[in-house]
T-cell receptor
Framework: SQTIHQWPATLVQPVGSPLSLECTVE??????LYWYRQAAGRGLQLLFY??????ISSEVPQNLSASRPQDRQFILSSKKLLLSDSGFYLC?????????????FGDGTRLSIL | DAKTTQPPSMDCAEGRAANLPCNHS???????VYWYRQIHSQGPQYIIH???NNETNEMASLIITEDRKSSTLILPHATLRDTAVYYC?????????????FGSGTQLTVLP
């Protein structure tokens, strides 16, 4: 069966510090991968998605970036965090396009910027 | 993606069936109905999806009306761990590289 891992679960970072969140998927190959952010009391906002190694699409302009160095690894980064980057970050995977399969989410990283 | 309407909250006694309704009157022919839930401080969990036939898996059953304008998620024997916000989403394919849009959902509280 497929599993998705995200770490760390919680993170407290000062403003201006760098960020690296990692997500890995097991049990499938060539998945679509997604990074979402959920602000407190609000819905999910898609930040990035990837349909293959090195292929990243950005949905929202921001100071975050994403990379996919391996087929089942998705990384969310920032060089300098802003207060507005606080939130609940979720990684998700799905089978490739053309299938009606659902997105499956990790347990998330709760990021607090001080 | 078609708009969905869900009651904001529901209660259910432990061990009884929980029936969560969703209206999606503007659904088009190629749109699926997906259900997710989110337990506080966790990532959303996929439950079930369907196009027009009723579906059942180890977690729940999905009943879609013949005109597809509404559906009901059924948790056959609710437990305290089923307390969560349940989201009904209608879209062409959750698996395509597009955003999942979660509405406000239904807060289900399972009571002991």
């Amino acid at each position: 069966s497929q599993t998705i891992h995200q770490w760390p679960a919680t993170l407290v970072q000062p403003v201006g510090s760098p960020l690296s969140l990692e997500c890995t998927v097991e049990g499938t190959s060539n998945p679509n991968l997604y990074w979402y952010r959920q602000a407190a009391g609000r819905g999910l906002q898609l930040l990035f998605y990837s349909v293959g190694i090195g292929q990243i699409s950005s949905e929202v302009p921001q100071n975050l970036s994403a990379s996919r160095p391996q087929d089942r690894q998705f990384i969310l980064s920032s060089k300098k965090l802003l207060l507005s980057d606080s939130g609940f970050y979720l990684c998700a995977w799905s089978y490739g396009t053309g299938r009606n399969q659902p997105q499956h989410f990790g347990d998330g990283t709760r990021l607090s910027i001080l | 993606d078609a708009k969905t309407t869900q009651p904001p909250s529901m209660d259910c006694a432990e061990g009884r069936a929980a029936n969560l309704p969703c209206n999606h009157s503007t659904i088009s022919g190629n749109e699926y109905v997906y259900w997710y839930r989110q337990i506080h401080s966790q990532g959303p969990q996929y439950i079930i999806h369907g196009l027009k036939n009723n579906e059942t898996n180890e977690m729940a059953s999905l009943i879609i009306t013949e005109d597809r304008k509404s559906s009901t998620l059924i948790l056959p024997h609710a437990t305290l761990r089923d307390t969560a916000v349940y989201y009904c989403i209608v879209r062409v394919s959750s698996g395509s590289a597009r955003q999942l849009t979660f509405g406000s959902g239904t807060q289900l509280t399972v009571l002991p």
